[in-house]
């Protein structure tokens, strides 16, 4: 499955505002499936080794965002601050893998005149409920003052 069949794009539906957000508020369980193909992808888009055994960790990060987006969707000029990732097991990159992501809300804030989001993502294999990675994304997204300047 690809991340543009399970992410909203900006502008598709209006926007979640910065007071919209709810701190430790889950989001909704998300499911795909990663295959091959988008492995295969996602090496090749970032020069990587298209053969390997093994997908890419990171690839994951193409996911992340469709996560939250599932619940609130992105305002127009969203910009991704801080991602941290700890990974805790390999995906092979020749068979589809079943993922089950789950997530929630952990802060919003501001600083500096921006606003910003934080929230969190596990990661697990639908098969057997192991857990593949953990995230914490921090995203700024343009505030109502900053449109109206």
């Not at 505002?17 to 090749?44: G, K, N, S, W």
């Not at 921090?138 to 449109?147: G, I, R, Y």
């Amino acid at each position: 499955m690809r991340p543009s069949d399970v992410k909203p794009r900006e502008g598709e539906v209006r926007g979640t505002r910065f007071e919209e957000y709810i701190i430790h508020d889950p989001l909704p369980e998300m499911r795909f499936t990663l295959t091959p193909e988008v492995i295969r992808e996602y090496a090749v888009s970032i020069d990587a080794d298209p053969d390997r055994p093994f997908a890419l960790p990171s690839v994951l990060c193409v996911y992340l965002m469709a996560v939250l987006y599932r619940k609130y969707p992105p305002a127009q000029g969203g910009i991704m601050a801080a991602n941290e990732f700890e990974f805790h097991r390999t995906l092979p990159a020749d068979v589809p893998t079943a993922i089950v992501a789950n997530g929630r809300i952990e802060a919003k804030f501001e600083k500096r005149g921006r606003q910003y989001i934080q929230y969190s993502v596990t990661f697990r294999s639908e098969e057997d409920g192991s857990l593949i990675a953990t995230a914490v994304n921090t995203s700024t997204f343009p505030n109502e003052q900053a449109k109206a300047a």
